[in-house]
């Protein structure tokens, strides 16, 4: 069993940054993948970005390489999300999860869930 707790949302203006924290206990997750995903008001929920397990490959949305960075320390069982030039269409609740399955970018991959960061971003 693996617990996530995410930390770090809050509301920003338009361009500034974010880093979202996800901290795992229960077990050690250096060596399984990590993923965020968010979901907006009346939205899907949907891939944000996931890590290997060494942390030496990251895949990312369309909608946000390039502006966002995750990164990991397997050392504190914690992944990051680097959130740079926000927008307002990135306001979410921030979810980090662990996978059980191949597809990182799918969402019934991942058996465990953190309880989501709210992310607010103004115009």
């Known amino acids: 069993q693996v617990q996530l707790v995410e930390s770090g949302g809050g509301l920003v203006q338009a361009g500034d940054s974010l880093r979202l924290s996800c901290a795992a206990s229960?077990?050690?997750?250096?060596?399984?993948?990590m993923g965020w995903f968010r979901q907006a008001p009346g939205k899907e929920r949907e891939f944000v970005g996931a890590i290997n397990r060494s942390g030496g490959r990251t895949y990312y949305a369309d909608s946000v390489k390039g502006r966002f960075t995750i990164s990991r320390d397997n050392a504190k069982n914690t992944v990051y999300l680097q959130m740079n030039s926000l927008k307002p269409e990135d306001t979410a609740v921030y979810y980090c999860a662990c996978p059980n399955g191949v597809d990182l970018s799918a969402a019934r991959s991942y058996a465990y869930w953190g309880q989501g960061t709210q992310v607010t971003v103004s115009a």
């Open positions: 229960g077990r050690t997750v250096s060596n399984l993948a």
